[in-house]
């Protein structure tokens, strides 16, 4: 009766369907000296699970406590704080933007001022080009000096 139980109990350790309690009466038979010929070979299966529960881990293992910056999520909150700027300022949406008879005339006023500054700026330009003739000048002028100075050049 004994080793039909056993025998059963086996089967549903097998299929994983075992309660602790049973697995400990799976143990307490199989740490017995004597075991059914045919069941032997759960017998060294067995001992190993004791032996390997009175195991224990003795070495000291450091503790790193320094804590690196995890560089992944902020990339990810770039591209969330992007798609998030993206979603709220889409330039591409029709909000119905009417322009009036006024917002063309005043763009109008605008531009003939802005031509009219143009217009004087450009005046202003041509009279002062004689500047770049008086810059050429004055580099020439320094190559002069380095004539008068030819121990100067050599020691360039």
Excluded: C
């Amino acid at each position: 009766m004994v080793l039909n139980n056993i025998e059963q109990l086996l089967e549903k350790y097998e299929n994983g369907e075992t309660t602790l309690k049973e697995e400990q009466q799976l143990k307490d038979y199989f740490s017995q000296e004597t075991v059914a010929p045919h069941l032997e070979v759960y017998k060294s299966m067995f001992d190993y699970f004791l032996v390997n529960q009175q195991e224990q881990f003795t070495k000291q293992l450091p503790l790193n406590t320094k804590k690196s910056f995890n560089y992944k999520w902020l990339s990810v909150a770039a591209v969330a704080v992007l798609m998030v700027s993206i979603f709220f300022s889409n330039p591409f949406a029709n909000d119905s933007v009417t322009i009036t008879d006024a917002d063309r005339a005043d763009y109008e006023n605008a531009k003939a001022a802005l031509a009219l500054v143009s217009k004087q700026l450009n005046k202003g330009v041509s009279q002062v080009s004689y500047l770049d003739v008086i810059g050429k000048a004055g580099t020439q002028v320094d190559y002069l000096k380095e004539l008068n100075d030819p121990m100067g050049r050599i020691f360039k």
